[in-house]
């Protein structure tokens, strides 16, 4: 039904009875939705209703000192308890919960109405009620629901099609919470039933945590650099200082840093796909994919896409770094040239030589591109355009890919270095060696899964079927104990 402009001007709550009266024989929308609070989340609120054709009346203290040029013509700012009576149901309370018992005296007005609590926790609690459940004390005739305390007033303004945002959504009454539920919806948002009030405590504090689901990748990179970036410092500036006073502390920003970032971005990567080797030879060991993995592989699985992208961050600043040296190196080998036409040498290119750094060089600039691939394919409006077997062959048949890619840009860099004792200084191995252990490892163990034995029987599991020791006696099919080989049948 569409609302005419002349309408919209005129008060809602010059006659409350009737206006409610008029607005139960509208449609949907052109609900009145009321808001507690005239702040900037309010504001952005109320334009994101209006957007969505329902009709707002705003509630604040001191009305009169709200700037109207903050709202839509069409939104009314009215004192609170005069937005309370024209709400039909659903009222947003959007002001700090300190604020909560301030609202006391529209404790008659809010009775039967469902009550949208939108605040956050100011830290972590270790006890105590959280903001919904104080609002429920205090407001024991409302239905409190909680929820759109995890979006901000920027994506409350962006538009009603800007894509798929979720919604944490929790209340006690059901019926409350499917209205806010639908509402959500129709904001252009996605909304999550989280369950009871009692979810609510978590649903505040969310906005708390910094980047949950990187702390451990961010952590394990970190670790990583710290390991690799140590050891080359001891092997290659702090023992070569001491035994016999050569100064290479030049190298530590620059240098060291080209040296140490690829070994990163290696092992980060392999660490990506480990998980999955492991998964794998936990459901063969145990015939059955219905037994739950160790909570620690199960969490390290979830960091499998930030870990990804992590590596990519220490291959895109090992490619930046190289660059820069290259140019600095440039002045070098200007003046090398120099000094080989002035000694009537034609020319000192070794085959060999050549050979090398073209496939070290193709290699590493193929891994990194293929890693971006993997990397754009992480992006949620990218990755939600894939199929699953689309994006299954991005992330596992090309991450493979890129892994085996950079493995090979290692080898090709130093693929002699190991057998020469000069290249053991301290008896300690080159950093590169020891970036390759993982990712050879890694390659070794998707080799030895695509053998027929393993593969067709790591399938026949990732389908459901079990092997017999994982059955119960009663569900046992005598002519498939037979064969303990045969896979099920899935006609039915």
């Known amino acids: 039904m569409t609302i005419m402009h002349a309408d919209l001007r005129t008060p809602l709550l010059a006659s409350p009875a009737s206006d409610r009266s008029e607005l139960q024989h509208q449609d949907q929308g052109g609900t009145v939705i009321g808001i507690i609070g005239s702040g900037d989340f309010s504001r952005s609120l109320a334009i994101r209703l209006v957007a969505c054709g329902f009709r707002v009346v705003v ?63 100011t830290r972590r609690k270790s006890g105590g009620p959280s903001n919904a459940e104080r609002l429920a004390e205090l407001f024991p005739e409302s239905r409190v629901v909680k929820g759109f305390n995890m979006v901000s007033a920027w994506a409350l303004q962006t538009g009603a099609h800007d894509g798929s945002r979720q919604v944490l959504i929790c209340g006690s009454c059901s019926d409350s919470k499917a209205s806010v539920l639908q509402l959500a919806r ?26 949950p689901s990187w702390e451990c990748p961010i952590l394990a990179t970190f670790l990583l650099l710290l390991f690799f970036y140590g050891y080359s410092f001891i092997r290659n500036v702090l023992l070569p200082y001491i035994d016999h006073g050569e100064n290479n502390f030049h190298q530590l920003p620059l240098v060291m840093a080209n040296q140490v970032l690829p070994a990163v971005a290696m092992v980060t990567l392999a660490l990506v796909y480990l998980p999955g080797l492991l998964s794998a030879g936990f459901q063969l060991g145990r015939g059955t994919k219905y037994s739950r993995f160790p909570g620690w592989l199960d969490g390290w699985m979830r960091s499998r896409k930030q870990m990804g992208l992590l590596s990519f961050l220490c291959a895109g600043l090992h490619a930046v770094y190289s660059m820069c040296l290259s140019l600095r190196r440039g002045a070098g080998l200007l003046g090398a040239a120099y000094q080989q036409v002035k000694a009537g040498v ?35 409006s990218v990755g939600n355009t894939l ?89 046992w099919d005598p002519a498939e104990s037979a064969d303990s080989d045969s896979p099920p049948s899935f006609d039915a």
């Open 59 to 121: 509630g604040s203290r001191k009305p009169s000192q709200v700037a109207r040029a903050l709202f839509p013509d069409v939104v009314q700012v009215r004192p609170q308890r005069e937005a309370v009576d024209a709400a039909e149901k659903v009222v947003f309370v959007a002001v700090y919960q300190e604020f909560y018992s301030s609202l006391g005296h529209l404790k008659e007005q809010l009775a039967g109405k469902v009550l949208v609590d939108v605040s956050n926790a």
């Open 186 to 211: 129709r904001l252009g948002f996605s909304p999550v039933d989280m369950g009871g009030l009692n979810a609510s405590r978590d649903i505040e504090e969310a906005p708390l945590l910094l980047f």
């Open 346 to 380: 034609e020319s000192s290119r070794s085959e060999q030589m050549v050979w090398r750094s073209d496939l070290y060089l193709s290699c590493g600039i193929l891994g990194f591109g293929v890693l971006s691939l993997l990397a754009v394919t992480s992006l949620p």
């Open 387 to 475: 199929n699953w077997r689309e994006f299954t062959f991005v992330q596992s048949g090309l991450g493979y890919a890129a892994l085996t890619l950079s493995t090979m840009h290692a080898v090709f860099f130093g693929w002699d270095f190991a057998f020469f004792p000069a290249a053991y200084p301290y008896y300690l191995p080159p950093l590169h060696l020891l970036a390759l252990i993982l990712p050879c490892i890694i390659l070794m163990g998707r080799l030895v899964l695509l053998l027929p034995c393993l593969k067709f029987r790591l399938a026949k599991l990732r389908r459901g079927w079990e092997s017999p020791r994982h059955r119960a006696p009663d569900l």
